[in-house]
Structure formats: C-alpha cells, structure tokens
C-alpha cells in the first residue's frame, strides 16, 4: 500500500519562527511578494505551512529537499518540481501538511468552533471531504459542485475521477481529511514551528541547490 505522511503543528498568534525570513527570501521573488503583501499572521501561517512542505518531503522521500523546488503556478496548486507530491491547509490554530511520492494527495482542516454541537462538525465534516478532493484533482473552489460524496464521506467523485477520503485525527478540535485516488497507509506527525527539529531542518533544506530532471 502507498504511504502518505502527514505533518501538523499548532500555529500560536505573534510567534514568528527564526527561520521565516530566511524561507521567505529563498522563495520565487513573486511568491516573495505576494506573501509580503499579507497580513503578519497570515504570512507566518503560510511560511509554516512551506515549512511543513519540505519537513514532509523530506520524510517522504529520504533526502533534504530545497525551496528552489517549490513551484506556485498561477491559479494552480503548488508542487515541488521534483516531488513528492503534497498539500498545504491551515486553520485558526494549526498547519498541516500531507505528502507523497507515489500519489497525489489533497488535504483540508478547519476547527470545531467553541459550543458547536453534532450538526456543526458534520458540516465541516463534508466540507473538508470536498475541499480535499478539490485539492486532491488540483481543481478550485468554483469547481465545488463538481464534487459528489458518499453518505459516509468514504469516497468522492470530481470530474468523472474516484477519490478515496479518510478523517484523519489530527486533534480533538480540528476535522481534518485527506483523499487520494488509491487507498493509502498514512503516518501523522505532530511537530513544533520553532523547534530545533523544524528550524534545522529548514536551515538544512535553504542550503541545498535545487535539483533538475
């Protein structure tokens, strides 16, 4: 069975790691500007998600992998020129990151807010199935209605493709999916933004060319 590996972390309001800038200058200079133009939480959750990119690349595929690999095609999904695959989602309280080398894969998450009952996670619930098959066939929101899913949210339909959907227990205030074409043995790690682990990995990962096919 493929592997998928996901890596998540809590994002923590006005903490801004050591590496944030070094990432972001390493970054395309259009991607570089577009980030600069964000709010500062909003860059910070960015950067951490990137972070989070090459930390599951890595694990993915054995070996450092460079930000000269990212790729942010114009409204496409970003991908690493050279793999794996990956996907990138944030909410209010944490990032998270799935990637593969054998398989594309799309991911969403979304917090359960405060006193919400059963029906309240149940729509999020369906909406984090959808998202991630939108992810997953590297379509957009204006394709939403593209996507059918089961009653179980076990699988989804998109533009005559099966997905395969899986919730994945990330934390007990967070639903979070991930859908592939095939079905897939996944590992979740949780990890934290500032440290040493993720800062090295990071400052290893900027000192590394980028490779070409």
Same mark, same amino acid.
């Given at each position: 069975?493929?592997?998928?590996?996901?890596?998540?972390?809590?994002?923590?309001?006005?903490?801004?790691?050591?590496?944030?800038?070094?990432?972001?200058?390493?970054?395309?200079? *259009?991607?570089? +500007?577009?980030?600069?133009?964000?709010?500062? !939480? #909003?860059?910070? &959750?960015?950067?951490? $998600? %990137?972070?989070?990119?090459?930390?599951?690349?890595?694990?993915?595929?054995?070996?450092?992998?460079?930000?000269?690999?990212?790729?942010?095609?114009?409204?496409?999904?970003?991908?690493?020129?050279?793999?794996?695959?990956?996907?990138?989602?944030?909410?209010?309280?944490?990032?998270?990151?799935?990637?593969?080398?054998?398989?594309?894969?799309?991911?969403?998450?979304?917090?359960?807010?405060?006193?919400?009952?059963?029906?309240? *996670?149940?729509? +999020?619930?369906?909406?984090?199935?959808?998202? !991630? #098959?939108?992810? &997953?066939?590297?379509? $957009? %929101?204006?394709?939403?209605?593209?996507?059918?899913?089961?009653?179980?949210?076990?699988?989804?339909?998109?533009?005559?493709?099966?997905?395969?959907?899986?919730?994945?227990?990330?934390?007990?205030?967070?639903?979070?999916?991930?859908?592939?074409?095939?079905?897939?043995?996944?590992?979740?790690?949780?990890?934290?933004?500032?440290?040493?682990?993720?800062?090295?990995?990071?400052?290893?990962?900027?000192?590394?060319?980028?490779?070409?096919?």
């Amino acid at each position: 069975m493929q592997k998928v590996i996901v890596i998540h972390a809590p994002l923590r309001p006005g903490t801004t790691a050591s590496w944030h800038d070094m990432l972001l200058s390493a970054l395309p200079y *259009a991607k570089q +500007l577009e980030l600069d133009r964000r709010q500062p !939480a #909003a860059r910070a &959750a960015s950067l951490a $998600g %990137l972070a989070l990119a090459l930390a599951a690349a890595t694990r993915s595929k054995g070996a450092a992998v460079s930000p000269g690999e990212f790729a942010f095609p114009a409204g496409g999904k970003p991908y690493f020129r050279s793999g794996p695959w990956f996907s990138v989602s944030h909410s209010e309280a944490r990032v998270a990151c799935a990637a593969s080398v054998a398989v594309e894969v799309g991911l969403d998450c979304e917090e359960i807010p405060a006193g919400s009952g059963h029906e309240a *996670a149940q729509k +999020l619930a369906r909406w984090t199935a959808t998202e !991630a #098959a939108l992810k &997953a066939a590297g379509l $957009g %929101l204006r394709q939403v209605r593209e996507v059918l899913l089961d009653s179980a949210l076990q699988s989804a339909e998109v533009a005559e493709s099966r997905y395969v959907l899986r919730l994945l227990p990330l934390a007990p205030t967070a639903v979070c999916h991930l859908a592939t074409r095939v079905p897939v043995e996944v590992a979740i790690e949780q990890v934290v933004l500032d440290a040493a682990e993720i800062s090295g990995l990071v400052e290893r990962s900027l000192r590394l060319p980028p490779q070409r096919d």
